[in-house]
T-cell receptor
C-alpha cells in the first residue's frame, strides 16, 4: 500500500515569512495529492490539491508543487498570518479512484510567531 | 455547504463496553470513511463504504466494525472497547462522481476508554 512521509513535524516561522512543508510518497500509481488544514477542535479541511498531470498549482498565498519523478510534493505558504497556525496534513490517493481512503502523512504543526 | 455531523464530541466508556459512533452527512455522498487520529501518527483509515450496505477494510480495521444501512449514515462500532482504542475518531464523506476527490470531515469524537 501507499506510504506518505511528511516533514517537519513542527514548524515555527515569523509572521510574514514563508513556510514550506514537504511530503514524499511511495506508490507511483498515486495520482491525487491534497493538503488539509486542521484548526483546533475542528476536522481537517481541504485547502489545495494537485493531480499528477500538473506540476504546480497556486491559490492566493498557498501553492503546491509536485515532482512525480522524485515522488515528492510540497506546500508553500507565503506572507504567513496568525490564522495560518494549524496542523497541516498531506495525503495521497492511489489511482483506484475516490472510493478509496486517502493515505495521510503524520502532520505538521505550523506555528506563526507574531 | 456540506455538513458532516458526528453524534458526540466527547465520549467516555469502560473497557469491554460496546460503543457506537454515528456519522451523518447531508450531501447525498456515496463514499463515507472512518479515520482515527493519534498524536504523531496522523490520520489512519479504519473502514470505508462506497454504497449502502457495502464496506471495505482500511489500514487498521482490527477491533472495529461498521454499518451503513442508509446512504447518509455510517456507524463505527467497537464491539468490546479497549484502552488502546482511546483516540480521536473522524468521519468523512465524498462524492463518487464528478471528478472531485475532496473529503469532507466532521468535527470528530474524542473517545476515552477507561
Amino acid at each position: 500500500g501507499e506510504n506518505v512521509e511528511q516533514h517537519p513535524s513542527t514548524l515555527s516561522v515569523q509572521e510574514g515569512d514563508s513556510a514550506v512543508i514537504k511530503c514524499t510518497y511511495s506508490d507511483s500509481a498515486s495520482n491525487y495529492f491534497p493538503w488539509y488544514k486542521q484548526e483546533l477542535g475542528k476536522g481537517p479541511q481541504l485547502i489545495i490539491d494537485i493531480r499528477s498531470n500538473v506540476g504546480e498549482k497556486k491559490d492566493q498565498r498557498i501553492a503546491v508543487t509536485l515532482n512525480k519523478t522524485a515522488k515528492h510534493f510540497s506546500l508553500h505558504i507565503t506572507e504567513t498570518q496568525p490564522e495560518d497556525s494549524a496542523v497541516y496534513f498531506c495525503a495521497a490517493l492511489e489511482s483506484g479512484g475516490g472510493a478509496d481512503g486517502l493515505t495521510f502523512g503524520k502532520g505538521t504543526h505550523l506555528i506563526i510567531q507574531p | 455547504d456540506v455538513k458532516v455531523t458526528q453524534s458526540s464530541r466527547y465520549l467516555v466508556k469502560r473497557t469491554g463496553e460496546k460503543v457506537f459512533l454515528e456519522c451523518v452527512q447531508d450531501m447525498d455522498h456515496e463514499n463515507m470513511f472512518w479515520y482515527r487520529q493519534d498524536p504523531g501518527l496522523g490520520l489512519r483509515l479504519i473502514y470505508f463504504s462506497y454504497d449502502v450496505k457495502m464496506k471495505e477494510k482500511g489500514d487498521i480495521p482490527e477491533g472495529y466494525s461498521v454499518s451503513r444501512e442508509k446512504k447518509e449514515r455510517f456507524s463505527l462500532i467497537l464491539e468490546s472497547a479497549s484502552t488502546n482504542q482511546t483516540s480521536m475518531y473522524l468521519c468523512a464523506s465524498s462524492p463518487l462522481a464528478g471528478g472531485s476527490y475532496e473529503q469532507y470531515f466532521g468535527p470528530g469524537t474524542r473517545l476515552t476508554v477507561t
